[in-house]
Structure formats: structure tokens, C-alpha cells
């Protein structure tokens, strides 16, 4: 059955990540079996011991970043960072300016997103971090980063971080929190399987139908640049295709053939890009 908050999901304005995240404020704010939960995690995916933190959320930095809860210990000082994701990209502060907040007390990073973006904002990650730390860790298991024992960046699904947090409020019998995290939970669902998110009337500006078009043509000029290179002559064969969710191009060179795509299914589900280029040899597509 659906929940109450994630019946309302299609009327809620503005961003999902803030609903998302002032619901796990509330629950760390009142619960230590809630805090528990967290910690284990991060005991689990860097060895770093945290307790008794203050949680607040929107906490605003030297540079304007505003994650969406910071953890303070008894000095004050920074040392969790959680910042809630669902399709959203990363912004000019993640997570370099995050990071920065807590690697002098060796704090952790943790970012919450759906399962099924977890590799690709791993490697957005880890891409932002190796431009700007030597010495980066990766460990797959926990999808952990460690960088110059400074201190570390986690990622969990929703899914799991809510699995762990109703083990904790089980234990503790919180059971007015636990109908308060069932409520969260299903916001989540809602969000991560709806297909078709609430539409606000910025989305509908021209600048995004302009936007969008540009990618088409970005597509276009790419080939255009290729014919001039001297790789090979583009075969007659080339054709044009528009297709649910995106804009292929496909062409042969030599013995190989290639696709050049505008692809926004595997934008959302796969990395931070909605260009692909593929390649296939003539002689595997005969025989595979």
C-alpha cells in the first residue's frame, strides 16, 4: 500500500532531496537508535568511530555550500556530512567543498541516492576527487573512497540506509519513529519509480526546449567533424535514426560500426551524460 507522503508526491514543490532529507533530520534529531544506524554505517565503511552528534540540516559554508545535514560533535566541530541524492547532478561544492569541511577532523562524507544510481555517481565522484587529491582509495565493496587518510566518502542506497535505521528503531521499540520512517520510505519508492516527475513551470521554459535541441545538434556537428578526420571514409551506409528517449547515428569505418547517440535512458540510469559512442567489428556481429 502506498504511503500517505508518497501519495502527495506529485504535489510537492520544489526539491525532492529536501523533503527527503528534513525527514532524516527528524528521525536523527529524535532517536539514538536512528543515530546508531548511521554510525554502524559508517563503522562499517571506514573504520571511523563517530557518537553522541547534534544533527542540523542546511548548514551554509565559506564558499555559500549548503549540504543537506551536517553531524557536529560536543566541540562543534564538523565530522559527518550527509547529503541526500536521488536524480539530481552534483554541484560546483560536491563533494570538493564537503569534503573540505570535514577532512581536518578526519569526518566522513555519506551520500544517500537510489540503488540503481550508485555506480554512476561513484564515478562521478570519484572523477571530481582524483582532479583535486593524490593518493584516492577505492574500495568496491562498501563503495567506499578514501583519499590521503584525510578522511572518507560513502555512498548507500535509500533502500539500505532505511533497512538499517528500522532494524535500530525495532530494537529500540520507537514505534511512533518507525511509522515516521515507513512515511519517508515510501516517498522514496514513489520517487525513484515514478516515471514521470512533477513538472514546475521553469521546466517548461524555452531555454529547456532550446537546451534539449542543442543536443541533437552537438550529435550532428560530432559526425560532421568526423568525416573530416582522416580515419577512413564514411560509408554510404550512414543513416539517421530518432528513437524513444534519444537521437543514433550510425555509420561504418572500415570494418567497423559505429554508433553515435544522443541516449537520455542511459543518462539516467548509467552516467552523467547523455552522449554515447559505441563500436562493433563486422566479424564478431556476424558470429555473436
Not at 268 to 286: E, I
Amino acid at each position: 500500500m502506498e504511503s500517505l507522503l508518497g501519495s502527495f508526491y506529485s504535489r510537492i514543490r520544489g526539491s525532492q532531496e529536501d523533503i527527503a532529507s528534513a525527514g532524516l533530520c527528524y528521525l536523527l534529531e529524535r532517536s539514538d537508535h536512528a543515530k546508531e544506524a548511521v554510525y554502524s554505517i559508517i563503522r562499517a565503511g571506514s573504520n571511523t568511530e563517530l557518537k553522541d552528534l547534534s544533527f542540523r540540516s542546511q548548514v551554509s559554508g565559506e564558499n555559500q555550500e549548503r549540504p543537506d545535514l551536517v553531524g557536529t560533535d560536543a566541540e562543534g566541530r564538523e565530522r559527518l556530512i550527509i547529503e541526500a541524492k536521488f536524480m539530481a547532478g552534483l554541484t560546483k561544492n560536491q563533494p570538493v567543498q564537503y569534503m573540505k569541511r570535514v577532512e581536518r577532523v578526519a569526518g566522513v562524507l555519506l551520500f544517500v541516492c537510489p540503488s540503481q544510481r550508485m555506480q554512476s555517481l561513484k564515478r562521478d565522484l570519484y572523477f571530481q576527487i582524483h582532479k583535486n587529491y593524490d593518493k584516492v582509495i577505492v574500495e568496491d565493496k562498501q563503495f567506499h573512497i578514501r583519499f590521503a587518510d584525510l578522511c572518507s566518502v560513502i555512498l548507500i542506497s535509500w533502500e539500505e540506509l532505511l533497512r538499517i535505521m528500522e532494524l535500530e528503531l525495532t530494537r529500540g521499540e520507537e514505534r511512533e519513529l518507525l511509522s515516521d520512517l515507513h512515511q519517508i520510505r515510501g516517498l522514496c519508492e514513489k520517487i525513484e519509480s515514478e516515471s514521470i516527475m512533477p513538472i514546475s513551470s521553469a521546466d517548461l521554459s524555452p531555454s529547456i526546449g532550446k537546451r534539449v535541441l542543442s543536443y541533437y545538434q552537438i550529435v550532428d556537428k560530432v559526425f560532421e567533424e568526423l568525416k573530416n578526420e582522416p580515419v577512413g571514409a564514411v560509408s554510404a551506409g550512414m543513416k539517421r535514426t530518432a528513437q524513444y528517449g534519444g537521437y543514433s547515428i550510425y555509420f561504418q569505418v572500415r570494418n567497423l560500426n559505429y554508433t553515435l547517440a544522443l541516449n537520455f535512458d542511459f543518462w539516467q540510469k548509467y552516467a552523467g551524460t547523455p552522449f554515447w559512442f559505441t563500436f562493433q567489428d563486422d566479424y564478431l556481429q556476424a558470429v555473436g
